[in-house]
Each structure stands twice: as C-alpha cells, then as structure tokens.
C-alpha cells in the first residue's frame, strides 16, 4: 500500500521581535553616520537591529521618517538644555559655563545620537519652521537681551550667536572625526572661555 505524502508544514514565522524600537534606532544612527541617509536602505537596517523589516514599518514610514526623528530627538533636547541654562540665576560667565556643560553632558551621553545630529544639520534645519524654543533662536534672544541691557557691545545678535555656537559645534565636529581626544566634557573650560571672548568682543 502506497505510503500517503506527509503534510507539509509551513516554515515558523519568526517571532515579533521585543523592544525593536532601541535596536532599529541604534542600528540606523550607525549606518547614516557611516553611510549616509540616502544610501542605507531598511533592509540593511533591519538586518543591522536583528529585527524583520516589518517591525521597522510597525514604528516608522520608512528612512527618512526614522533619521528625521532621531535628528529632533537631540535637537528639541539640545534647545530644552541651554534654554535651562541661559534662565538660570548666575552671572553671564556661569550661564555660558552651564550651557556648554549640557552641551557637552549631551555629547558625551550619547556619542552616536549627538554625531548624526551634528553631521545632519544642513540636511534637516532647513525643513525646521523657526521657533522660539530651538538652540540657535535661544542663544540669539538672549545675546539680543544682553546688548540692550548694555552687558554685551551693541552688534547684530545673529552673528553674535553664529560665532558662539561655532566654538563648540565646529569642535564637536572634530570630535567626531577624531581630532579632538578625550571626552567632550574634558575641554569645557576652554570652550567656555572661547566663547565668552566672542560675545565680549566689540
């Protein structure tokens, strides 16, 4: 008698994947730092996180959702941090020193989260409507307060700002390409310095 063909059984499905989110987010900061946005694609970054490309669609529409995310994670932070800082009581020497503190706090928390931020700038600002709330419009509102008040010399408080921030960003960015050693945190105090004498200059 003819044996009867056994069932056949359909391949498992691979289980849903716990705490996906981390692993993707992770898994993508490291291939846009490295490859850049437009060339990473979801199926690399799904294999990176060891998830299936649905669980990254479960959490985001595609790539460019997930680095715009990312990207404002650390800059809604960033502008929430030195907002803290520059209100706080103290003398504009030590409001400088706390902003740059969280700055580089920021910095060296998360290396990888603060890298894509600061490489993605030119890429995702433009598409940020101005607020009130944002790093750059903070640090310019208050320069601006402080050449009223005659604590400043008078001069525009936009290119005040651009000046100070590039102390510290132009330094992160040597960070990130390994010509700054050492934590961040390390050089605050020169940082800090740098910048107050860009602000007191005439």
């Known amino acids: 008698m003819p044996r009867s063909p ?46 299936s490309e649905g669980a990254l669609y479960r959490h985001y529409k595609g790539k460019d959702e997930l680095a715009l995310a990312l990207f404002m994670e650390t800059h809604n932070r960033l502008g929430k941090m030195m907002m803290e800082a520059l209100a706080a009581e103290g003398t504009l020497d030590e409001k400088v020193g706390a902003a740059v503190s969280a700055y580089c706090q920021l910095a ?4 990888l989260l603060f890298s894509f931020h600061l490489v993605s700038l030119n890429r995702y600002l433009p598409y940020d409507k101005r607020r009130e709330d944002d790093p750059v419009s903070i640090t310019e509102r208050v320069i601006a307060g402080l050449m009223q008040d005659g604590t400043l010399p008078k001069g525009d408080p936009a290119v005040k700002a651009a000046m100070a921030l590039g102390v510290i960003m132009q330094a992160g960015q040597n960070k990130i390409y390994n010509r700054l050693p050492g934590p961040l945190s390390q050089h605050k105090d020169a940082f800090t310095k740098g910048i107050l004498a860009v602000l007191y200059s005439g």
Request: net charge positive; proline share 10%.
């Open 6 to 51: 056994a069932p056949s059984r359909e391949p498992p499905k691979k289980p849903r994947a716990r705490n996906a989110r981390p692993k993707i987010e992770r898994a993508a900061l490291k291939l846009f730092i490295h490859e850049g946005v437009d060339a990473a694609t979801t199926r690399e970054i799904a294999e990176q996180a060891g998830v």
């Open 108 to 111: 060296d928390e998360d290396f």
